[in-house]
């Protein structure tokens, strides 16, 4: 069973807009979810994290709305570039530095 | 946030062969995890490794398979034995500084067995 689920499995849009990638998740223990970005042939890139007791976290153009009582949650890339075209996974932990367990990811194509 | 290297980066081995894959990193840190990504897949954690104790094991990855050392708080080894074809993925270490609860990765050691 998929602890952590993600949609789409991909995602295209054009410069400018707005990309939306959803994750949801079964275990109600988890309190800390990161979202990493990973280009090809690279490791995967902390881009922003929540804790479960905010319901939005903002980094510039990155932005997580968290919904604990669906437990859902999104990360809104605004203002869309080609080079955020990558794979991001969502990921979901309960502890300081513990172990994550990780989306299959959203294949997100931003073209020009 | 903290810094980990991985060598080799890349490695290719005939099926039946042992190799290591090193991870270094540039602060100490309590603890190191070691995850395995097919391609173009999700990532899958293998085992957690702290310093001074036996690593611990995830589902589907034991100690003889994937033998890993933590001889000190910057260092960890993963050894792959007994390398078969469908042990060909890309392998990361991960960890954090422990101050809050972001995590780290690697650049990854991409493992082809022949």
């Known amino acids: 069973q998929q602890q952590v689920r993600q949609s789409p499995q991909s995602l295209t849009v054009w410069e400018g807009e707005t990309a939306i990638l959803n994750c949801s998740y079964e275990d109600s223990t988890f309190n800390y979810f990161p979202w990493y970005q990973q280009f090809p042939g690279e490791g995967p890139a902390l881009l922003i994290s929540i804790r479960s007791v905010s319901d939005k976290k903002e980094d510039g153009r990155f932005t997580i709305f968290f919904n604990k009582r669906e437990k859902k949650l999104s990360l809104h890339i605004t203002d869309s570039q080609p080079g955020d075209s990558a794979t991001y996974f969502c990921?979901?932990?309960?502890?300081?530095?513990?172990?994550?367990?990780f989306g299959r990811g959203t294949r997100l194509q931003v073209y020009a | 946030s903290v810094l980990l290297y991985q060598k080799p980066n890349r490695d290719i081995c005939q099926s039946g062969t042992s190799l290591k894959i090193q991870c270094v990193a540039d602060?100490?840190?309590?603890?190191m995890f070691w995850y395995q990504q097919f391609q173009e897949q999700s990532l899958m954690l293998m085992a957690t490794?702290?310093?001074?104790?036996?690593?611990?094991?995830e589902s589907g990855f034991t100690k003889d398979k994937f033998p890993i050392s933590r001889p000190n708080l910057t260092f960890s080894t993963l050894t792959v034995n007994n390398a078969r074809p469908g042990d060909s993925s890309i392998y990361f270490c991960s960890s954090g500084t422990g101050l809050s609860y972001e995590q780290y990765f690697g650049p990854g050691t991409r493992l082809t067995v022949l």
């Open positions: 490794a702290n310093e001074g104790s036996e690593a611990t094991y």
């Open positions: 602060s100490q840190v309590v603890s």
């Open positions: 990921a979901a932990g309960t502890q300081v530095v513990g172990q994550l367990t």
